[in-house]
Nanobody, 119 residues
Framework: EVQLVESGGGLVQAGGSLRLSCAASGFALDDFSIGWFRQAPGKEREGVSC????????YYADSVKGRFTISSDNAKNTVYLQMNSLIPEDTAVYYC????????????WGQGTQVTVSS
């Protein structure tokens, strides 16, 4: 069974940092793309970043470029999102999701973790 479990969210002041973790089970990260998404109250879900271990591809939304860093530890089957220089606009529920090889959609989702940045 494919499972994704996020952790690491919390409350932080503007300018602070958090590291989110996405622990995967039921599949190997080597074969999948993992994406981080976020959704703030009243807003649409936004793609934040993604990583593909098999081709070393990474992507960042313009809103987080230079502040967030995505990485993968295949031995731990875990993907991380290091978030620095946080701003109140980063406040949202953050989700990780997995997309299988050859697939065009993210079919597996975690339960989400809340990130709140105070001004």
């Amino acid at each position: 069974e494919v499972q994704l479990v996020e952790s690491g969210g919390g409350l932080v002041q503007a300018g602070g940092s958090l590291r989110l973790s996405c622990a995967a089970s039921g599949f190997a990260l080597d074969d999948f793309s993992i994406g981080w998404f976020r959704q703030a109250p009243g807003k649409e879900r936004e793609g934040v970043s993604c990583i593909s271990s098999y081709d070393s591809f990474t992507y960042y939304a313009d809103s987080v470029k230079g502040r967030f860093t995505i990485s993968s530890d295949n031995a731990k089957n875990t993907v991380y999102l290091q978030m620095n220089s946080l701003i109140p606009e980063d406040t949202a529920v953050y989700y990780c999701a997995a997309r299988g090889p050859g697939e065009h959609t993210y079919d597996y989702w975690g339960q989400g973790t809340q990130v709140t940045v105070s001004s």
